[in-house]
Protein backbone atom coordinates (compact mmCIF):
# COMPACT_ATOMS: atom_id res chain seq x y z
CA UNK A 1 0.00 0.00 0.00
CA UNK A 2 0.97 3.67 -0.69
CA UNK A 3 1.72 5.59 1.84
CA UNK A 4 -1.53 7.16 3.25
CA UNK A 5 -2.30 9.61 5.77
CA UNK A 6 -4.01 7.69 9.20
CA UNK A 7 -6.93 9.49 8.80
CA UNK A 8 -7.10 8.08 5.07
CA UNK A 9 -6.47 4.55 6.30
CA UNK A 10 -8.88 4.75 9.11
CA UNK A 11 -11.60 6.08 6.37
CA UNK A 12 -10.32 2.70 4.18
CA UNK A 13 -10.52 0.31 7.14
CA UNK A 14 -14.14 1.69 7.68
CA UNK A 15 -15.19 1.20 4.39
CA UNK A 16 -14.30 -2.35 4.06
CA UNK A 17 -17.30 -4.91 4.70
CA UNK A 18 -16.59 -8.00 6.24
CA UNK A 19 -18.95 -10.64 5.02
CA UNK A 20 -20.20 -14.08 4.50
CA UNK A 21 -18.76 -15.16 0.75
CA UNK A 22 -21.50 -16.21 -1.81
CA UNK A 23 -21.59 -18.25 -4.93
CA UNK A 24 -20.37 -15.27 -7.22
CA UNK A 25 -16.93 -14.43 -5.40
CA UNK A 26 -15.89 -17.64 -5.94
CA UNK A 27 -13.24 -15.99 -9.03
CA UNK A 28 -12.57 -13.49 -6.85
CA UNK A 29 -11.30 -15.45 -3.75
CA UNK A 30 -9.42 -17.39 -6.01
CA UNK A 31 -7.70 -14.40 -7.71
CA UNK A 32 -7.22 -13.03 -3.82
CA UNK A 33 -5.58 -16.31 -2.37
CA UNK A 34 -3.31 -17.08 -5.70
CA UNK A 35 -0.45 -14.79 -5.08
CA UNK A 36 -0.02 -16.37 -1.25
CA UNK A 37 -0.24 -19.80 -3.37
CA UNK A 38 2.74 -19.01 -5.54
CA UNK A 39 4.72 -17.71 -2.18
CA UNK A 40 3.66 -21.30 -0.60
CA UNK A 41 1.91 -19.25 2.13
CA UNK A 42 -1.55 -21.02 1.59
CA UNK A 43 -2.64 -24.04 -0.36
CA UNK A 44 -3.87 -24.10 -3.55
CA UNK A 45 -7.94 -24.67 -3.43
CA UNK A 46 -9.52 -25.47 -7.18
CA UNK A 47 -12.79 -23.83 -8.59
CA UNK A 48 -14.49 -26.41 -7.54
CA UNK A 49 -13.37 -27.00 -4.05
CA UNK A 50 -13.96 -23.09 -3.30
CA UNK A 51 -17.56 -23.14 -4.79
CA UNK A 52 -18.38 -26.33 -2.27
CA UNK A 53 -17.14 -24.58 0.57
CA UNK A 54 -18.15 -21.15 -0.13
CA UNK A 55 -20.69 -21.13 2.49
CA UNK A 56 -18.05 -21.34 5.02
CA UNK A 57 -15.93 -18.59 3.60
CA UNK A 58 -15.78 -14.98 4.42
CA UNK A 59 -14.29 -11.88 2.36
CA UNK A 60 -13.36 -8.43 2.70
CA UNK A 61 -14.81 -5.81 0.09
CA UNK A 62 -13.78 -2.90 -0.72
CA UNK A 63 -15.92 -1.05 -3.21
CA UNK A 64 -17.03 -4.34 -4.81
CA UNK A 65 -13.82 -5.86 -4.89
CA UNK A 66 -12.86 -8.61 -2.74
CA UNK A 67 -9.27 -7.52 -1.10
CA UNK A 68 -9.39 -10.22 1.65
CA UNK A 69 -10.38 -13.92 2.64
CA UNK A 70 -10.40 -16.78 4.65
CA UNK A 71 -12.37 -20.05 5.15
CA UNK A 72 -13.44 -22.00 8.62
CA UNK A 73 -13.47 -25.20 7.93
CA UNK A 74 -15.36 -27.05 10.25
CA UNK A 75 -14.56 -30.65 10.91
CA UNK A 76 -17.28 -31.79 13.09
CA UNK A 77 -18.67 -29.92 16.50
CA UNK A 78 -15.30 -30.24 18.47
CA UNK A 79 -13.33 -29.04 15.54
CA UNK A 80 -12.60 -26.44 12.97
CA UNK A 81 -9.91 -24.64 11.42
CA UNK A 82 -9.06 -21.38 10.26
CA UNK A 83 -7.42 -21.78 6.68
CA UNK A 84 -6.42 -19.87 3.60
CA UNK A 85 -6.11 -16.81 5.39
CA UNK A 86 -5.25 -13.81 2.82
CA UNK A 87 -5.20 -9.78 2.36
CA UNK A 88 -4.38 -8.23 -0.60
CA UNK A 89 -0.53 -6.29 -0.40
CA UNK A 90 -1.91 -3.30 -0.95
CA UNK A 91 -4.63 -3.70 2.18
CA UNK A 92 -2.06 -5.32 4.60
CA UNK A 93 -1.43 -3.96 7.75
CA UNK A 94 -5.12 -2.37 8.47
CA UNK A 95 -6.76 -5.15 10.76
CA UNK A 96 -8.14 -6.62 8.08
CA UNK A 97 -6.81 -10.34 9.07
CA UNK A 98 -7.61 -10.12 12.42
CA UNK A 99 -11.55 -8.91 11.36
CA UNK A 100 -11.81 -12.30 9.33
CA UNK A 101 -10.38 -14.22 11.93
CA UNK A 102 -12.61 -12.81 13.83
CA UNK A 103 -15.58 -13.44 11.79
CA UNK A 104 -14.23 -16.98 11.92
CA UNK A 105 -14.09 -17.12 15.99
CA UNK A 106 -17.68 -15.12 15.59
CA UNK A 107 -18.98 -18.14 13.71
CA UNK A 108 -17.20 -21.17 15.82
CA UNK A 109 -18.91 -19.79 18.82
CA UNK A 110 -22.72 -19.08 16.78
CA UNK A 111 -21.82 -23.12 15.82
CA UNK A 112 -20.62 -23.74 19.61
CA UNK A 113 -17.80 -25.78 18.30
CA UNK A 114 -15.05 -26.16 21.13
CA UNK A 115 -11.93 -25.83 19.29
CA UNK A 116 -10.36 -23.83 16.67
CA UNK A 117 -7.35 -24.66 14.91
CA UNK A 118 -5.10 -22.55 12.68
CA UNK A 119 -1.90 -23.84 11.07
CA UNK A 120 0.55 -20.80 10.38
CA UNK A 121 3.87 -19.58 9.84
CA UNK A 122 2.73 -16.09 11.41
CA UNK A 123 2.25 -17.15 14.47
CA UNK A 124 2.67 -13.70 16.05
CA UNK A 125 -0.49 -13.01 13.93
CA UNK A 126 -2.52 -15.52 15.22
CA UNK A 127 -1.03 -14.92 18.99
CA UNK A 128 -2.40 -11.33 18.40
CA UNK A 129 -5.79 -12.69 17.93
CA UNK A 130 -5.45 -14.91 21.17
CA UNK A 131 -4.67 -17.98 20.11
CA UNK A 132 -1.66 -20.50 21.59
CA UNK A 133 0.23 -23.31 21.26
CA UNK A 134 -1.56 -25.71 23.72
CA UNK A 135 -5.07 -26.42 23.39
CA UNK A 136 -7.18 -27.34 26.58
CA UNK A 137 -5.04 -29.98 28.75
CA UNK A 138 -1.74 -29.39 27.12
CA UNK A 139 -2.80 -31.27 23.77
CA UNK A 140 -0.18 -30.70 21.07
CA UNK A 141 -0.78 -31.25 17.29
CA UNK A 142 2.08 -33.59 15.46
CA UNK A 143 1.99 -34.01 11.97
CA UNK A 144 3.24 -36.93 9.57
CA UNK A 145 4.32 -35.94 6.03
CA UNK A 146 3.68 -39.69 4.30
Known amino acids: ?43 ARAIPELTNMIDQYFVAELNGNIIGCVVLEIYSKKLCEIRSLAVSTEAQGLGLGKQLVQACIARAKEEQILEVMAITSSDEFFQSCGFDYTLPGEKRALFLLP
Open 1 to 43: MNPVSVSTAAAQVSAVNIRRAELADVSAIHKCIEPFVKQGKVL
